[in-house]
């Protein structure tokens, strides 16, 4: 069957338009989650190394094969892939603002565990970001019609 399976046929059209919502949203959760553990576990690698990093490249090779960066590398290129798939699923105007809220854990994280400084105005932007995933959370994940001028799903 184009556009869908078989047993989405079968099912009456909200049922699947639910699944492809759950499943989307699922996929934006892990992407969100791989992008914040990873951007956490490299930064923390980094700020944690005892090498001094200058010129010469042999440092950085090393500190690639660190457990810390080398599992933020690995979570970042599994976010990459996650990404791309979420991002054929689902409009692009719905996914960057929903994964946006990876920025707000990460500045979290960063003040938690990591001891940075955010000030007021980062807080602020953070707040916005927040208010920008809750106008566009609720709203249809993919709004993009095929060429019969059915809405396309995945």
Same mark, same amino acid.
């Given at each position: ?8 046929? %079968?099912?009456? #059209? ?9 499943? =989307?949203?699922?996929? #934006? ?23 001094? %990093? ?8 090393? %500190? ?5 960066? $080398?599992?933020?590398?690995?979570? $970042?290129?599994?976010?990459?892939? $996650? ?12 996914? %960057?603002?929903? =994964? ?6 990460? #500045? ?32 249809? #994940?993919? =709004? =993009? ?10």
């Amino acid at each position: 069957m184009p556009g869908g399976t078989a047993v989405e046929a %079968l099912q009456p #059209a909200g049922v699947a338009a639910r699944r492809v919502d759950l499943k =989307t949203r699922v996929f #934006a959760v892990l992407v969100v989650f791989t992008n914040v553990v990873g951007n956490f576990s490299m930064s923390w690698g980094l700020k944690h190394q005892v090498v001094q %990093l200058g010129l010469s490249p042999l440092p950085y090779i090393r %500190l690639i094969f660190s457990p810390w960066v $080398l599992l933020g590398t690995t979570l $970042l290129i599994l976010w990459l892939l $996650l990404r791309m798939t979420l991002l054929g699923w689902a409009d692009l105007s719905y996914i %960057l603002p929903v =994964t946006a809220f990876g920025y707000v854990l990460n #500045a979290v994280l960063g003040r938690l565990f990591l001891g940075e400084v955010v000030s007021w105005q980062r807080w602020m932007g953070t707040l916005l970001i927040v208010i920008g995933i809750a106008l566009v959370a609720p709203t249809a #994940a993919n =709004t =993009t019609l095929d060429d019969a001028g059915k809405e396309r799903r995945p």
